[in-house]
């Protein structure tokens, strides 16, 4: 079992920038496969980055040339920066691991962002 906590959501206008953190617990983060997804109002969850246990990583066209993110295996957590936030990138953002060579995956409970003036 992995326990996730997401923290450094918040309000911002547009243009600006947040970056996420996701905490996990367990002694074998490093072996997971990450993610953020995203959940609009009214609109299903959405892939936003992931990251390989092995560092590699892949965006949604969305969000490409603003979005990073990266992992620091040493103190288990997984980093979303969000730059030239958008209104359209408003929503509850959640981090998700996959563990390793099993189908299980684990949901933290999520953080708002909202992007406004």
């Known amino acids: 079992q992995v326990q996730l906590v997401e923290s450094g959501g918040g309000l911002v206008q547009p243009g600006g920038s947040l970056r996420l953190s996701c905490a996990a617990s367990?002694?074998?983060?490093?072996?997971?496969?990450m993610g953020w997804y995203r959940q609009a109002p009214g609109k299903q969850r959405e892939l936003v980055a992931a990251?390989?246990?092995?560092?590699?990583?892949n965006y949604a066209d969305s969000v490409k040339g603003r979005f990073t993110i990266s992992r620091d295996n040493a103190k288990n957590t997984v980093y979303l920066q969000m730059n030239s936030l958008k209104p359209e990138d408003t929503a509850v953002y959640y981090c998700k691991a996959n563990r390793p060579y099993t189908s299980a995956a684990y949901w933290g409970q999520g953080t708002q962002v909202t992007v406004s003036a």
């Open positions: 367990g002694s074998i983060f490093r072996l997971y496969a």
């Open positions: 990251i390989t246990s092995g560092g590699g990583t």
